[in-house]
Protein backbone atom coordinates (compact mmCIF):
# COMPACT_ATOMS: atom_id res chain seq x y z
CA UNK A 1 0.00 0.00 0.00
CA UNK A 2 3.08 2.13 1.04
CA UNK A 3 4.36 2.69 -2.99
CA UNK A 4 0.46 3.04 -4.00
CA UNK A 5 0.38 0.06 -6.42
CA UNK A 6 -2.53 -1.91 -6.33
CA UNK A 7 -3.19 -5.34 -7.90
CA UNK A 8 -6.06 -5.92 -9.45
CA UNK A 9 -8.36 -8.69 -7.55
CA UNK A 10 -11.59 -9.86 -7.47
CA UNK A 11 -10.86 -12.74 -5.22
CA UNK A 12 -10.22 -10.78 -1.70
CA UNK A 13 -13.19 -8.18 -1.08
CA UNK A 14 -10.95 -5.96 0.64
CA UNK A 15 -8.57 -5.57 -1.93
CA UNK A 16 -11.69 -5.21 -4.65
CA UNK A 17 -13.18 -2.67 -2.34
CA UNK A 18 -10.13 -0.81 -2.50
CA UNK A 19 -10.10 -0.81 -6.44
CA UNK A 20 -13.68 0.96 -6.57
CA UNK A 21 -12.68 2.90 -3.85
CA UNK A 22 -9.68 3.81 -6.56
CA UNK A 23 -11.69 4.10 -9.19
CA UNK A 24 -14.36 6.49 -7.77
CA UNK A 25 -11.51 8.80 -6.93
CA UNK A 26 -9.79 8.36 -10.47
CA UNK A 27 -13.30 9.65 -11.88
CA UNK A 28 -13.24 12.71 -9.25
CA UNK A 29 -10.22 14.12 -10.13
CA UNK A 30 -10.50 13.67 -13.98
CA UNK A 31 -13.84 15.69 -13.34
CA UNK A 32 -11.66 18.29 -11.33
CA UNK A 33 -9.16 18.24 -14.01
CA UNK A 34 -11.93 18.79 -17.00
CA UNK A 35 -13.15 21.79 -14.67
CA UNK A 36 -9.74 23.25 -14.41
CA UNK A 37 -9.62 22.93 -18.14
CA UNK A 38 -12.26 24.42 -19.55
CA UNK A 39 -11.99 27.30 -17.15
CA UNK A 40 -8.02 27.39 -18.23
CA UNK A 41 -9.58 27.51 -22.09
CA UNK A 42 -12.14 30.32 -21.60
CA UNK A 43 -9.79 32.47 -20.34
CA UNK A 44 -7.15 31.55 -22.95
CA UNK A 45 -4.31 30.65 -20.50
CA UNK A 46 -1.65 27.85 -21.46
CA UNK A 47 -2.11 25.20 -19.54
CA UNK A 48 -0.40 21.83 -19.21
CA UNK A 49 -1.38 18.51 -17.08
CA UNK A 50 1.70 16.97 -15.96
CA UNK A 51 0.90 13.49 -14.38
CA UNK A 52 -1.99 11.81 -13.13
CA UNK A 53 -4.80 11.08 -15.82
CA UNK A 54 -2.09 11.86 -18.65
CA UNK A 55 0.40 9.12 -17.53
CA UNK A 56 -3.02 6.76 -17.66
CA UNK A 57 -4.54 7.82 -20.69
CA UNK A 58 -0.49 7.29 -22.29
CA UNK A 59 0.85 4.60 -20.47
CA UNK A 60 -1.90 2.25 -19.14
CA UNK A 61 -3.90 0.03 -21.94
CA UNK A 62 -7.27 -0.02 -19.23
CA UNK A 63 -7.95 2.89 -17.15
CA UNK A 64 -9.31 -0.07 -15.05
CA UNK A 65 -5.71 -0.39 -12.94
CA UNK A 66 -4.69 -0.02 -9.66
CA UNK A 67 -2.91 3.51 -10.39
CA UNK A 68 -3.50 6.14 -7.54
CA UNK A 69 -3.63 9.73 -8.26
CA UNK A 70 -3.40 11.61 -4.90
CA UNK A 71 -3.51 14.70 -6.71
CA UNK A 72 -3.47 17.47 -10.12
CA UNK A 73 -0.18 19.07 -11.67
CA UNK A 74 -0.67 22.13 -13.35
CA UNK A 75 2.09 23.83 -15.50
CA UNK A 76 1.40 27.48 -16.50
CA UNK A 77 4.04 29.86 -17.36
CA UNK A 78 5.53 32.30 -14.20
CA UNK A 79 3.95 35.01 -16.13
CA UNK A 80 0.71 33.29 -15.61
CA UNK A 81 0.79 32.69 -12.13
CA UNK A 82 -1.01 34.97 -10.07
CA UNK A 83 -4.03 34.68 -12.72
CA UNK A 84 -3.91 31.01 -12.64
CA UNK A 85 -3.97 31.11 -8.84
CA UNK A 86 -7.50 33.29 -9.28
CA UNK A 87 -8.65 31.03 -11.45
CA UNK A 88 -8.16 28.04 -9.27
CA UNK A 89 -9.64 30.20 -6.38
CA UNK A 90 -12.46 30.36 -8.00
CA UNK A 91 -13.22 26.64 -8.87
CA UNK A 92 -13.39 26.44 -4.50
CA UNK A 93 -9.60 26.36 -4.24
CA UNK A 94 -7.59 27.34 -1.31
CA UNK A 95 -4.04 27.82 -0.32
CA UNK A 96 -1.68 28.56 2.66
CA UNK A 97 1.19 29.49 0.52
CA UNK A 98 1.68 33.78 0.47
CA UNK A 99 1.42 34.14 -3.30
CA UNK A 100 2.98 37.28 -2.94
CA UNK A 101 6.25 36.03 -1.55
CA UNK A 102 8.66 36.59 -4.38
CA UNK A 103 11.67 34.59 -2.66
CA UNK A 104 9.70 31.34 -2.34
CA UNK A 105 8.65 31.64 -6.25
CA UNK A 106 12.08 32.12 -6.95
CA UNK A 107 13.25 28.62 -4.70
CA UNK A 108 10.76 26.59 -5.66
CA UNK A 109 8.38 25.16 -8.19
CA UNK A 110 5.04 25.04 -7.22
CA UNK A 111 2.13 26.35 -5.07
CA UNK A 112 -0.29 23.74 -3.20
CA UNK A 113 -4.11 24.43 -3.44
CA UNK A 114 -6.82 22.43 -1.50
CA UNK A 115 -10.56 22.37 -3.04
CA UNK A 116 -12.68 23.51 0.24
CA UNK A 117 -15.31 20.53 -0.40
CA UNK A 118 -14.25 17.90 -1.61
CA UNK A 119 -10.44 17.88 -0.04
CA UNK A 120 -8.97 17.39 -3.97
CA UNK A 121 -5.35 18.83 -4.38
CA UNK A 122 -3.86 20.86 -7.27
CA UNK A 123 0.01 21.72 -7.40
CA UNK A 124 0.20 24.90 -9.30
CA UNK A 125 3.74 24.68 -11.31
CA UNK A 126 5.65 27.76 -13.06
CA UNK A 127 7.97 25.31 -13.49
CA UNK A 128 8.79 21.34 -13.72
CA UNK A 129 11.47 21.36 -10.90
CA UNK A 130 12.96 23.05 -7.74
CA UNK A 131 16.47 23.81 -8.89
CA UNK A 132 17.91 20.74 -10.19
CA UNK A 133 18.41 20.88 -13.62
CA UNK A 134 18.59 23.33 -16.03
CA UNK A 135 15.16 22.49 -18.00
CA UNK A 136 13.12 24.39 -20.65
CA UNK A 137 11.35 27.61 -21.01
CA UNK A 138 7.70 27.03 -20.73
CA UNK A 139 6.85 28.48 -24.37
CA UNK A 140 8.83 26.02 -25.46
CA UNK A 141 7.33 22.82 -24.10
CA UNK A 142 3.96 24.71 -25.08
CA UNK A 143 4.90 24.83 -28.84
CA UNK A 144 5.90 21.26 -29.20
CA UNK A 145 2.65 20.10 -26.45
CA UNK A 146 0.60 17.15 -26.98
CA UNK A 147 -3.04 16.63 -25.76
CA UNK A 148 -5.68 14.16 -24.33
CA UNK A 149 -9.33 13.78 -24.42
CA UNK A 150 -11.27 13.20 -21.17
CA UNK A 151 -15.26 13.61 -21.63
CA UNK A 152 -14.68 15.54 -24.35
CA UNK A 153 -12.68 17.99 -23.08
CA UNK A 154 -9.27 18.47 -24.17
CA UNK A 155 -6.27 18.13 -21.68
CA UNK A 156 -2.78 19.79 -23.19
CA UNK A 157 -0.12 17.69 -21.54
CA UNK A 158 3.58 17.02 -22.60
CA UNK A 159 4.46 14.92 -25.71
CA UNK A 160 5.23 11.26 -24.78
CA UNK A 161 9.28 11.58 -25.23
CA UNK A 162 9.20 14.62 -22.85
CA UNK A 163 6.95 13.26 -20.93
CA UNK A 164 8.85 10.09 -20.26
CA UNK A 165 12.19 12.27 -19.40
CA UNK A 166 9.95 14.33 -16.63
CA UNK A 167 9.18 11.66 -14.70
CA UNK A 168 12.68 10.09 -15.00
CA UNK A 169 13.59 13.56 -13.36
CA UNK A 170 10.49 13.17 -10.91
CA UNK A 171 11.21 9.51 -9.21
CA UNK A 172 15.10 10.49 -9.40
CA UNK A 173 14.05 13.85 -7.67
CA UNK A 174 12.12 11.17 -5.08
CA UNK A 175 14.64 8.88 -4.45
CA UNK A 176 12.11 6.58 -6.68
CA UNK A 177 10.78 5.51 -2.62
CA UNK A 178 7.49 4.79 -3.95
CA UNK A 179 7.14 1.83 -6.77
CA UNK A 180 4.20 3.59 -8.66
CA UNK A 181 6.86 5.96 -10.05
CA UNK A 182 8.68 3.30 -11.61
CA UNK A 183 5.87 0.49 -12.53
CA UNK A 184 4.82 4.08 -14.70
CA UNK A 185 8.53 4.18 -16.35
CA UNK A 186 8.20 0.05 -16.90
CA UNK A 187 4.70 0.92 -18.92
CA UNK A 188 6.09 3.63 -21.09
CA UNK A 189 9.05 1.47 -22.24
CA UNK A 190 6.20 -0.86 -23.40
CA UNK A 191 5.04 1.97 -25.61
CA UNK A 192 6.13 3.04 -29.15
CA UNK A 193 8.08 6.02 -28.09
CA UNK A 194 11.12 7.64 -29.97
CA UNK A 195 13.96 6.82 -27.94
CA UNK A 196 16.25 8.64 -29.76
CA UNK A 197 14.55 11.82 -28.96
CA UNK A 198 13.91 11.01 -25.37
CA UNK A 199 18.12 10.72 -25.42
CA UNK A 200 18.04 13.59 -27.16
CA UNK A 201 16.09 15.31 -24.33
CA UNK A 202 18.11 13.60 -21.24
CA UNK A 203 20.99 15.15 -22.69
CA UNK A 204 20.04 18.64 -23.46
CA UNK A 205 18.67 18.41 -20.11
CA UNK A 206 22.27 17.04 -18.44
CA UNK A 207 20.26 14.16 -16.65
CA UNK A 208 22.19 11.15 -17.88
CA UNK A 209 22.60 10.28 -14.06
CA UNK A 210 19.15 10.34 -13.70
CA UNK A 211 17.94 8.31 -16.60
CA UNK A 212 20.59 5.45 -16.02
CA UNK A 213 19.68 5.12 -12.56
CA UNK A 214 16.03 4.88 -13.90
CA UNK A 215 16.79 1.97 -16.16
CA UNK A 216 19.19 0.05 -13.70
CA UNK A 217 16.37 0.24 -11.57
CA UNK A 218 14.30 -1.53 -14.43
CA UNK A 219 16.43 -3.73 -15.17
CA UNK A 220 17.18 -4.76 -11.60
CA UNK A 221 13.10 -5.00 -10.38
CA UNK A 222 11.33 -5.67 -13.47
CA UNK A 223 14.11 -7.82 -15.57
CA UNK A 224 13.31 -5.43 -18.61
CA UNK A 225 15.19 -4.40 -21.43
CA UNK A 226 16.28 -1.09 -21.68
CA UNK A 227 15.99 0.63 -24.79
CA UNK A 228 19.04 0.51 -27.43
CA UNK A 229 19.61 4.62 -27.32
CA UNK A 230 19.00 4.31 -23.83
CA UNK A 231 21.72 1.78 -22.45
CA UNK A 232 24.64 4.19 -22.77
CA UNK A 233 23.64 5.80 -19.04
CA UNK A 234 23.81 2.87 -17.12
CA UNK A 235 27.16 2.81 -17.14
CA UNK A 236 27.47 5.97 -15.15
CA UNK A 237 28.88 5.81 -11.11
CA UNK A 238 26.63 7.98 -10.33
CA UNK A 239 24.07 6.42 -11.94
CA UNK A 240 25.25 3.58 -10.12
CA UNK A 241 25.42 4.90 -6.91
CA UNK A 242 22.07 6.70 -7.07
CA UNK A 243 20.08 3.20 -8.16
CA UNK A 244 22.00 1.78 -4.59
CA UNK A 245 20.64 4.58 -2.63
CA UNK A 246 16.99 4.61 -4.09
CA UNK A 247 16.91 0.53 -3.84
CA UNK A 248 17.43 1.02 0.34
CA UNK A 249 15.36 4.27 0.40
CA UNK A 250 12.49 1.83 -1.29
CA UNK A 251 12.84 -0.99 1.05
CA UNK A 252 12.68 1.12 4.43
CA UNK A 253 9.80 3.15 2.85
CA UNK A 254 12.00 6.25 3.37
CA UNK A 255 9.29 9.16 2.36
CA UNK A 256 11.19 12.09 2.24
CA UNK A 257 8.12 14.51 3.56
CA UNK A 258 8.84 12.53 6.76
CA UNK A 259 12.51 12.33 7.02
CA UNK A 260 12.64 15.05 10.08
CA UNK A 261 10.76 12.31 12.21
CA UNK A 262 14.42 10.25 11.97
CA UNK A 263 17.88 11.53 11.89
CA UNK A 264 19.42 9.06 10.50
CA UNK A 265 16.58 9.11 7.78
CA UNK A 266 17.15 12.88 7.35
CA UNK A 267 20.90 12.56 6.65
CA UNK A 268 20.71 10.12 4.03
CA UNK A 269 18.10 12.04 1.93
CA UNK A 270 20.09 15.43 2.70
CA UNK A 271 23.05 13.35 0.91
CA UNK A 272 20.93 11.99 -1.92
CA UNK A 273 19.30 15.56 -2.65
CA UNK A 274 22.87 17.05 -3.07
CA UNK A 275 24.26 13.90 -4.73
CA UNK A 276 21.87 14.08 -7.66
CA UNK A 277 22.49 18.18 -8.43
CA UNK A 278 25.03 18.96 -11.03
CA UNK A 279 28.14 20.65 -9.25
CA UNK A 280 26.20 23.91 -10.96
CA UNK A 281 23.47 23.28 -8.55
CA UNK A 282 25.59 22.27 -5.42
CA UNK A 283 26.73 25.57 -3.86
CA UNK A 284 23.06 26.78 -4.00
CA UNK A 285 21.67 24.08 -2.36
CA UNK A 286 23.76 24.21 0.43
CA UNK A 287 23.26 27.82 0.93
CA UNK A 288 19.60 27.33 0.87
CA UNK A 289 19.83 25.75 3.99
CA UNK A 290 20.69 29.19 5.68
CA UNK A 291 17.50 30.62 4.13
CA UNK A 292 14.45 30.70 6.09
CA UNK A 293 11.30 28.74 4.66
CA UNK A 294 7.70 28.60 4.85
CA UNK A 295 8.26 25.59 7.14
CA UNK A 296 10.20 27.98 9.38
CA UNK A 297 7.66 30.62 9.51
CA UNK A 298 4.86 27.94 10.49
CA UNK A 299 7.06 26.81 13.73
CA UNK A 300 8.06 30.01 14.83
CA UNK A 301 6.19 32.94 14.54
CA UNK A 302 8.68 36.00 14.29
CA UNK A 303 7.28 39.65 13.56
CA UNK A 304 8.25 41.40 10.21
CA UNK A 305 10.67 43.66 11.22
CA UNK A 306 12.83 40.93 12.89
CA UNK A 307 12.76 38.55 9.72
CA UNK A 308 16.31 38.47 9.47
CA UNK A 309 16.36 36.51 12.62
CA UNK A 310 14.89 33.21 10.61
CA UNK A 311 18.80 33.39 9.05
CA UNK A 312 20.78 32.53 12.84
CA UNK A 313 17.67 30.63 14.28
CA UNK A 314 18.02 27.91 11.48
CA UNK A 315 19.40 25.30 13.44
CA UNK A 316 16.34 25.75 15.96
CA UNK A 317 13.95 25.81 13.84
CA UNK A 318 15.15 22.74 12.28
CA UNK A 319 15.12 20.93 15.03
CA UNK A 320 11.80 22.65 16.25
CA UNK A 321 10.65 20.47 13.41
CA UNK A 322 11.94 17.62 14.01
CA UNK A 323 10.90 17.21 17.31
CA UNK A 324 7.13 18.25 16.47
CA UNK A 325 7.51 15.39 13.57
CA UNK A 326 8.42 13.16 16.23
CA UNK A 327 5.68 14.06 18.95
CA UNK A 328 3.21 13.63 15.52
CA UNK A 329 4.65 10.45 15.29
CA UNK A 330 3.56 8.94 18.54
CA UNK A 331 0.72 10.56 18.63
Given at each position: MFHRIYPDSSEFLYLRQLQINNS??????????CLAAQLFDQEKIPMICLKGPVILSKAYESTNVGRIMRDLDLLVSPNHIEYSAKLL?????????DLTDLYYRQNNHHYVFTHQESNHIVELHWRLFPNIIDEPDFSLLWLSCDSIEIAEQKVNCLNNELLFTYLIVHGSKHGWFRLKWLFDIH???QQPLNWN???????????????GQAMILIETLFEQDTPEPLKRYRGSEKARKM??????????????????????????WKRYFFLIRPCSQRVSYILHHFVPTQQDRDILNIPNQLQFLYIPLRPVTVLMRRHAAKKGNRS
Open positions: VKTLQTKRQLQSLGYVTTEQFLRVAEIADQWKIQHMMAQIALVMMDEKMNPEEADRQFSHYLF
